[in-house]
């Protein structure tokens, strides 16, 4: 038994409507990015083909999660057997940690981009993008998988209440009336390889970026450069922030109210504000979006 959000039976339409809205405008804008990235020749670049890997994502995490929210908001909680609870774990944390691997991928794109431009298709040729991203891929599948298939083999007596609105993996494991100390140990090393490397990764990228920038003399050119990663360096803030927060800092800081804030942050709005980012920040996207509209109306 999921309880959802016990307490907002006066406001439940309203809220079922809200959060509606914002998963059919995070569908219809990571959809959006997708068609634009396929249909534009100028858009045929790595950095784009990881952003496509990336909406994917995003459409993944907010569809294994939002229908069952959305149940539990108008009914005020939600059932699910233990296999389906395990199976919405299962995608979710695949899709979460692909996109860490994933924006790992794409902060060395922008490093190659601006620190060793003359080397960057040389390097970031269509066999290198497609490997690295099947390899996010894989990595973020399997790590998850261990995860599940560890997590099953427990066995599960007593309470079968989940204060939350999906089956996350700290809620769930505290039903179990195994030992968990090992999966715990595991689960601790899985992060760390899965979310705190691949970001220091990232902020290592982006120290050397920052001293490539920083060399440039003109402001045009400082300008430019920036430009080319600043939605990146966005949308990698808003994810590692939301992240962190809510799975690395100790949990008895927190309370049930706040938890559930933060994962309805990265589970609906870092998925309606990543195509966000792209459309209003990134001039080619921006081409891209105009062309569609003048071929509609010529």
Known sequence: MLLGFPGIQRFRFLIFIFLSMMYTTAICGNLLVMTLVAHSKNLHHPMYFYLTQLTILDILTASDIVPGMLHAVLYNGTSFSLSGCITQLFFFGSSEASECLMLTVMSYDRYLAICHALHY??????????????????????????????????????????????????????????????????????????????????????????????????????????????????????????????????????????????????????????????????????????????????
């Open 121 to 298: 298709h040389s390097i970031m040729n269509p066999m290198f993008c497609l490997k690295s991203v099947l390899l996010s891929w894989l990595l973020g599948f399997t790590v998850t998988l261990i995860q599940t298939v560890n997590l099953s083999q427990l066995h599960f007596c007593g309470s079968n209440i989940i204060d939350h609105f999906f089956c996350d993996f700290d809620p769930v494991l505290k039903l179990s009336c195994s030992n968990t100390w090992k999966i715990k140990v595991i689960s601790l090393f899985m992060g760390f390889s899965i979310i705190v490397c691949p970001f220091f990764i990232v902020v290592t990228s982006y120290v050397y970026i920052s001293r490539t920038i920083l060399r440039i003399q003109s402001n045009t050119g400082r300008q430019k450069a920036f430009s080319t990663c600043g939605s990146h360096l966005t949308m990698v803030s808003i994810f590692y922030g939301t992240l962190f927060t809510t799975y690395l800092f100790p949990e008895s800081g927190k309370t049930i109210v706040l938890r559930k804030v933060l994962s309805i942050f990265y589970t609906v709005v870092t998925p309606l504000v990543n195509p966000l980012i792209y459309c209003l920040r990134n001039k080619d996207i921006k081409k891209a979006l105009k062309k569609i509209n003048i071929y509609r109306f010529s």
